[in-house]
């Protein structure tokens, strides 16, 4: 060790001087400043007592608190995952049924009245029709070309 | 200066590394520390608009960190404008201070030691009128002399340590506090605040070695 490195010692006491005497002479704020930050603080006192802030603690709301409970919220799950169940079943009815035969289940949930049998079976057969053949006496102009070419 | 800093997020000067097993609930309730538990209700009794308590925390706490501000800062008017927005914040903070966290000291030291950093950083260089955060020594006019002159030259000495560094110096050493707070206070462990104090001090007597003499210590350095 370096005669340097051993001085601190008496140093150390000096520092240590030091210290206390700034501990001693410490710097004190003013009167000003004093005023100014309790001015400052009794006007966020008075803000926040006009309801500029948020309380310390948010109270409990005096009346009856309308939100669910924890009952409520529980029946609401069970109706939801009954509501989420039929939806299934009903979505897997309708594709088994699909797999079969679609008219039983088209019947079943939609009166004929509504979809005459033969009125949409007429509309299909045109709609077919229209697209294999074209439009009504387009064979005949079609025929009439092709005898032309000929 | 230093790598780390001190987080200057008023947010975070509520996080503390070591926390007690206290409740974590706000209020003074759960608080079992009387020194927390009597700050709680201070803050309480503000949060609920009781002017004898803004008064009460004025007194005891803006001394607290103006002497910090005015160590860090050197300029009083500088340190005034700290002290004065460390207590804002304080009192912003009333309506919900968690006082099982922290004791308001700490927390302001912590406050007030940031925004003291943040000006520090702001500034070019240091003001040339340093020594005016110096307060003139009481007794005798020729001892009064070297005091103030011990003084200053300790300030200035202070003035060029690194930022925690002098942090850790002036809070240790200067303001009084357990090592254990001044971690708290920095946000770090106590074996660097044992770290940061040793080198404070090797470097306070490295920049006050040559003005021994000068300063009454005995002599010019060897």
Known sequence: MSDRDKRPSGAEEELAGLFALARAAAPEPSDALAARVLAQATALQGGALQGGAAPAVRPAPAGRDRRPGRAGLGIGRWVNAGGLALAGALGFAAGFAGLLDAAPLQTALFPTSLFPASATQADEAAELNYLTEGPPGASVLLGAESDRAE | MDGSRVRTTEASATDHPQRDGAAATGGAGFVADPVRRADALSMERFAAGDRAAARDLTERFLPLCYRLACRLLSVPAEAEDVAQEAMMRLFAKAPDW?????????????????????????????????????????PGPEAALTDRARLMALQAALDGLPERQRLAIVLSQIEGLAQAEVAQVMGCGIEAVESLVARGKKGLAAALGPQRGALGFGGEDE
């Open chain 2, 98 to 138: 968690q006082g099982e966290r922290a004791r308001i000291s700490t927390w302001l030291y912590r406050v007030t030691a940031n925004l003291a950093t943040d000006r520090l950083r702001a500034r070019p260089t240091l003001p040339i009128e340093a020594a005016d955060a110096v307060p003139a020594p009481g």
